[in-house]
């Protein structure tokens, strides 16, 4: 529009020569604020969110790097089995908008097994800048249900669009509710599971309550119905959980094997570079965390992590729980209990399409 067009819109008006020379003037104050918005507006929106996504990326790579210090928190939720308390609103910062940084339900979940080494694969995972990861377990899916999806996207961190959130809790595994309702909430859900063999998992998990109550019965007693004829008590949980194929076939009715990916626990322990660069490969992540990540810790008896292939005089290990000895067994019992599972670890073998060499 013309600057005589203008004057004559107002002279139409009838309007008074000063109120005219008001009006003229704001208008074209209007008009070169928009033209110096066109020049430079965006120019200063881009620079202010690339300044702001790098101060984002540089506090989450800070916060994964101070793991060592989280091991305490992080063991309560295997070890101890604590549940995430109450939920704090989430706060929400204005200047991230669009959601780029927000908390997300999680892309893959670490569902089993107990003293399997999923504490370890998280732990290693957390290494890798595209994924974030909570501490406690949730404990959503089998116990926490009912407060809702919105109180479990809460209990998730914050991330980038381009980061994946995964959570752990080993008992997902076992609990046949949870595959239907993880279901609900997103079919592309990827899910790992972690298993070591049958016989020296259950007696993981006995050494575990053992330090805890010093008093229970022996393994044994535990373990057997009838020692004698070598009667195993299937009843007792910490056998139950290692029938590997019986639980397996309630997740791949709802979800199917390309998305879910089995961790082989024992080598997780003797090479875990190996295991990592599958698990990154499942889930579709760039190979980061490779054998430089790792040393072999003689005094502790297990691998521990190191950011940077100049990391080894800060040792980043799990926590003091992780890598107890386990209590002696008579070789009898290990021997029937080995017997016993071998049809159940044969089902799972065929299942997997791996054979773990545990018969």
């Not at 939720?77 to 929400?92: F, H, S």
């Not at 200047?95 to 089993?112: K, Y």
């Not at 875990?272 to 072999?296: C, H, M, S, W, Y």
């Not at 003689?298 to 799990?318: A, M, Q, R, V």
Request: charge should be neutral.
């Amino acid at each position: 529009m013309g600057y005589h067009t203008i004057i004559d819109i107002f002279q139409v008006l009838s309007l008074s020569r000063s109120r005219c020379k008001l009006l003229l003037f704001c208008t074209m104050l209007c008009f070169w604020g928009y033209l110096l918005y066109s020049q430079f507006g965006d120019r200063f929106y881009a620079h202010t969110v690339t300044r702001l996504s790098q101060r984002i990326i540089s506090d989450n790579h800070i916060s994964r790097g101070l793991l060592h210090e989280k091991n305490d928190m992080d063991n309560a939720g295997e070890d101890l089995e604590e549940v995430a308390g109450d939920v704090q609103d989430d706060e929400v910062d204005p200047d991230l908008s669009q959601d780029r940084f927000r908390r997300r339900f999680p892309q893959a979940i670490i569902i089993g097994v107990k003293k399997g080494g999923t504490r370890a694969l998280l732990e290693y995972l957390r290494l890798h800048p595209d994924i974030v990861a909570t501490g406690a377990e949730p404990q959503f899916f089998n116990r926490n249900y009912n407060k809702g999806l919105e109180w479990y996207r809460h209990l998730m961190p914050k991330s980038l669009e381009n980061q994946l959130t995964i959570e752990k809790t080993p008992a997902y595994f076992i609990t046949k509710e949870v595959p239907a309702r993880i279901y609900a909430m997103s079919q592309s859900t990827k899910l790992i599971v972690v298993v070591r063999h049958p016989t020296t998992r259950a007696i993981s998990d006995y050494s575990q309550a053992l330090e805890k109550k010093p008093t229970i019965a022996s393994f044994e007693t535990l373990a057997f119905k009838n020692r004698s004829a070598g009667v195993v008590d299937s009843d007792w949980i910490a056998v139950q959980i290692g029938f590997y194929a019986q639980h397996l076939v309630n997740w791949i009715q709802y979800f199917p094997f390309k998305q879910l990916l089995v961790v082989n626990g024992d080598r997780l322990i003797t090479n875990p570079a190996a295991e990592l660069g599958r698990v990154q490969d499942f889930l579709g992540l760039r190979k980061l965390i490779t054998e430089k990540n790792f040393f072999f810790d003689t005094e502790k008896g297990f691998y521990c992590i190191k950011k940077t292939e100049e990391d080894y005089k800060i040792p980043h290990c799990l926590g003091k729980t992780k890598g107890r000895a386990h209590p002696d067994v008579d070789p009898e019992a290990l021997q029937q209990l080995n017997k016993f599972y071998e049809p159940y670890n044969r089902i799972f073998y065929e299942m997997v399409g791996e054979d773990f060499g545990w018969d």
